[in-house]
T-cell receptor, first 114, second 112 residues
Framework: GENVEQHPSTLSVQEGDSAVIKCTYS??????FPWYKQELGKGPQLIID?????GEKKDQRIAVTLNKTAKHFSLHITETQPEDSAVYFC?????????????FGKGTMLLVSP | EADIYQTPRYLVIGTGKKITLECSQT?????MYWYQQDPGMELHLIHY???????EKGDLSSESTVSRIRTEHFPLTLESARPSHTSQYLC???????????FGSGTQLSVL
């Protein structure tokens, strides 16, 4: 199955700084890479995703980059704000006999200090 | 936006009790999933379903069982709860493969 590694496990930044979280995956057939944000007491929510036919995708202060050759993808948050504080998960598909499910990285706890 | 509901939100029970965690979605999604989240944050897939009468075990071995008799309902049952079952259980659904997962708010289970 797919193996997803995520770094760092914790990240502390000052408000206004940028934050970068990196993930690697093992299955070269994987073609979908979402990022989820989990706030305290809530379930994870999709914030951005990228498919293998593009190398970068942006949505306001959030961007994701994908390097299929190196099998890694990254989440970039610019101009961080205290409300960005949360746990972030990357994920990649695990292929199962014609179906697939998502395998998540271990998560990154991001703390943005005012 | 998320129309997926889990009950109860918190559950504290004694060892040996049978429990059922409820999960319902009103989006008509065929795909539904149960994830177990440990205190270290990791999300582990324990069960999934691709439609009515379809259930499969996930990557993490679990003593729980699931059923999918109706599209909108995907309950998880523990026949005899133990302290090792203490965890956060998250239900999710999606319209299709490699599509956005919608998560419920989770059930925090504590077995004493």
């Amino acid at each position: 199955g797919e193996n997803v590694e995520q770094h760092p496990s914790t990240l502390s930044v000052q408000e206004g700084d940028s934050a970068v979280i990196k993930c690697t995956y093992s299955d070269s057939a994987s073609n979908y890479f979402p990022w989820y944000k989990q706030e305290l007491g809530k379930g994870p929510q999709l914030i951005i995703d990228i498919r293998s036919n593009v190398g970068e995708k942006k949505d306001q202060r959030i961007a994701v980059t994908l390097n299929k050759t190196a099998k890694h993808f990254s989440l970039h948050i610019t101009e961080t704000q205290p409300e960005d504080s949360a746990v972030y998960f990357c994920a990649a598909p695990t292929h199962r006999s014609g179906y697939s499910t998502l395998t998540f990285g271990k998560g990154t706890m991001l703390l943005v200090s005012p | 936006e998320a129309d997926i509901y889990q009950t109860p939100r918190y559950l504290v029970i004694g060892t040996g009790k049978k429990i059922t965690l409820e999960c319902s979605q009103t989006m008509g999604h065929d795909k539904m999933y149960w994830y177990q989240q440990d205190p270290g944050m990791e999300l582990h897939l324990i069960h999934y379903s691709y439609g009515v009468n379809s259930t499969e075990k996930g990557d993490l071995s679990s003593e729980s069982t699931v059923s999918r008799i109706r599209t909108e309902h995907f309950p998880l049952t523990l026949e005899s709860a133990r302290p090792s079952h203490t965890s956060q259980y998250l239900c999710a659904s999606s319209r299709g493969l490699n599509e956005k997962l919608f998560f419920g708010s989770g059930t925090q289970l504590s077995v004493l």
